[in-house]
């Protein structure tokens, strides 16, 4: 792996942090990538599914989750996580990550982490063969490609200093800030950066300065190198080593900070954890001489260190790197109100999930209306099977007679002169609980049933305890001598073209318990509509946590609300065309019970 990012490379955010991914995406918007170089947020106490950024001055979605394992899950392509937790949850979400695998890169911001676990979590990293930066680092870029969160500082700071554009440098540095500061003194003395590290200033980080530069060694965009160290630690010497071995053999420009430390009569903490020497060769001119003596170039002083870089830039003699053409960022970004997914109706034709209405609409297209309906609902093209069998529950529930109490109230607002859309919304207004309720319960107690491995005894008991009557279970006529033939047809229709059924059977080993006791207490249509309902997603791939949320979401009365307004509509322009009066129930069906009121 030579390159540590490329243009593809997108990253897990851990911790909603919104100013540091607003960054990154900025960055993405003006070296013009094609896709968001953050792909999920982790956010494990937010109860939203997304977080919205700009996308120069639009905007986009990017998706929340819980935990690490559903947005990998999700999100399979994204190898890079940036653990933008606390020092006191950073360790147990890099195990966890590292755990999870599939990551390449994991970038931890927090410093603190104590030693011990740092040490272990380092290990357990290279065992695995993940490169971590950090602990305390402000990142990684990879110009024109790829970079970490704040890495680089501000847009404008980034194209002052080139960042939006590889160069032929490969800088790598324990401090965050120098990073900064050295990829402008680069950009003004050089062409700019290829790839810079800044590997954290924690005593104890997941990779040193050796990894990087053999990665970089390897790198054919990285021409030479500079290497920042500071007083403390011993690091240096691996890549002293590796120079005299010929290992690294391009040329590396390094300087060591923290020389004052001469002047002081006793030990001084440079601002770093591990910015202390314990010994002189962990002292910065000691580090400097040696690398020095080693054939490295080291300027006489960190003043010194900008002229350096332009003779061992110069001495290459490599090519002008073009300027390419960036976006800007517009200075004024206005939040969306609404956010749409399902369509789009901004072009030459109005879309469905992304498909031309005249491509679903007409005859010769072979669509039918479960077509639309699987797109505008779900987002998901459903194979034939499928958007028949919502077509046959519409048609199932399209009409009950007049006299049910949604048909009712539809044809008496009508005989009272309103409109066909005040009269279909007094007739829809009746649906819930108690009126086509119940194929969101069957689906909902006959799944929790399923799930938990319960008899049928063991499902009946539950639902005593509950205090609720089994949705879906019982006919006022029909019975098993009498079956409902639309069930029938139903249970026909899913054993020809299901892949499976697995929840109607156990719903129908629950139906020979109740029956036994009485013969009307059959599965009935709205009970065999949501379980199959459920047996359809499964087929289809959803998982039990998406099923579980259509349930709640009330997606499956949403079949019984579209199909029963056709029925509706054909009561109310059954009650215009027969042009009937106004609607008075008659006495004799009322019982009157009414007292003296009593006087307080």
């Known amino acids: 792996m030579s390159k540590l990012f490329t243009k593809d490379t997108q ?14 995406l900025d960055y993405d918007y003006t070296i013009k990538r094609e896709t968001p170089s953050v792909a999920a947020i982790v956010a494990p106490t937010s109860g939203n599914k997304f977080e919205k950024f700009f996308w120069g001055g639009d905007e986009i979605m990017i998706p929340l989750y819980k935990t690490t394992a559903d947005a990998k899950a999700a999100h399979p392509n994204a190898d890079v996580l940036l653990n933008f937790g606390s020092f006191r949850t950073a360790y147990d979400v890099t195990v966890d990550a590292l755990n999870i695998g599939g990551f390449k890169t994991i970038m931890i911001t927090a410093e603190g982490i104590p030693e011990r676990l740092a040490r272990g979590m380092n290990a357990m990293a290279r065992e695995k063969g993940v490169t971590i930066i950090g602990p305390a680092t402000v990142g990684a870029i990879v110009p024109g490609a790829f970079k970490i969160a704040n890495i680089g500082g501000t847009i404008e700071n980034i194209i002052n200093s080139k960042l939006h554009r590889a160069g032929s440098c ?30 954290g200033g924690d005593r104890f980080v997941g990779s040193v300065f050796i990894d990087h530069l053999l990665r970089m060694e390897e790198n054919p965009d990285v021409k030479y190198m500079i290497l920042l160290g500071e007083v403390g630690g011993t690091e240096e010497y691996k890549v002293i080593e590796a120079v005299k071995s010929g290992k690294i053999k391009k040329p590396i420009i390094a300087w060591c900070i923290g020389t004052i430390a001469k002047h002081y009569d006793s030990g001084v903490q440079f601002g770093h954890a591990g910015a202390s020497a314990n010994a002189d060769s962990e002292t ?26 332009k003779e061992v830039y110069e001495s290459l003699s490599l090519p002008a790197i073009p300027e390419p053409e960036i976006n800007t960022i517009p200075k004024t970004r206005r939040p969306k109100q609404f956010i749409c997914t399902i369509s789009d109706d901004r072009g030459d034709e109005a879309t469905y999930a992304g498909f031309p209405i005249s491509s679903v609409a007409t005859p010769d297209t072979g669509k039918g209306i479960g077509d639309v309906v699987s797109l505008l609902w779900f987002k998901k093209q459903y194979p034939k099977w499928a958007t028949e069998f919502i077509e046959t529950v519409m048609k199932t529930v399209a009409d009950h007679g007049p006299a049910v109490s949604g048909a009712h109230n539809a ?65 006022r006529i029909k019975s098993l001598k009498n079956p409902d033939l639309r069930v029938e047809g139903l249970k026909k229709f899913a054993k020809e073209y299901f892949p499976a059924t697995p929840l109607l059977d156990y719903a129908l080993t629950v139906e020979q318990l109740t029956t036994s006791k009485k013969d009307n207490l059959i599965l009935n249509v709205d009970g065999t509509i949501g379980i199959l309902m459920v047996d359809m997603w499964r087929a289809l791939g959803y998982s039990e946590e998406e099923i579980n949320e259509f349930i709640e979401s009330g997606t499956l009365n949403s079949f019984f609300i579209l199909g029963r307004t056709i029925g509706f509509i054909g009561h109310i322009l059954d009650e215009k065309r027969l042009a009937m009066p106004m609607y008075r129930h008659p006495m004799d069906d009322i019982l009157y019970d009414v007292q003296e009121a009593e006087e307080l």
């Open 11 to 24: 990253a897990i955010f851990w911790n909603n942090n919104k100013t540091a991914i607003q960054r990154m």
């Open 170 to 199: 490969g800088l790598v540095t324990r401090s965050g800030g120098l990073f900064n500061e050295l990829s402008n003194i680069i950009s003004l003395n050089a062409d700019g950066i290829a790839e810079g590290v800044a590997i």
């Open 284 to 309: 910065a001119d000691y580090k400097n001489n040696a690398m020095a003596e080693a054939g490295i170039h080291v300027p006489a002083t960190f003043n010194d260190l900008p002229a350096k870089i």
């Open 411 to 475: 044809k008496v607002t009508a005989r009272a002169g309103k409109s066909v859309v005040e009269s279909l919304v007094t007739g829809l207004l009746t649906i819930g609980p108690r009126f086509g309720g119940a194929i969101d319960g069957a689906a909902k107690y006959f799944k929790y049933a399923d799930d938990n491995d319960l008899t049928p005894a063991q499902f009946l008991g539950y639902m005593k305890k509950q205090g609720v009557p089994i949705p879906g279970i019982g006919h």
